[in-house]
């Protein structure tokens, strides 16, 4: 397992950390642990879901770009 450092961590965040890693009975570190993990996992990206709006959305718009197009506007502009 990774071991993780934290520098220059503000006595007021370390406070309400050692603050809550009390109320929930966990050590300092394993309440850190559990809040990184809190965040990521509301930050995670259902990748099949926004697939398939975007596939439902352009079906209803009709709006279909090739990939010659992609390239052709990529390249605008460019010497």
């Not at 309440?31 to 926004?50: K, P």
Request: net charge negative; proline share 3%.
């Amino acid at each position: 397992m990774a071991t993780l450092t934290i520098k220059n961590l503000p006595d007021e965040l370390y406070a309400r950390l050692k603050a809550s890693a009390a109320a929930n009975r966990r050590s300092i570190n394993q309440e850190a642990i559990f809040r990184i993990e809190q965040v990521l996992a509301a930050n995670a990206v259902d990748f099949e879901a926004t697939l398939s709006e975007v596939r439902q959305l352009r079906e209803e718009l009709g709006i279909y770009v090739t990939d010659e197009e992609i390239n052709q506007a990529k390249n605008e502009g460019r010497p």
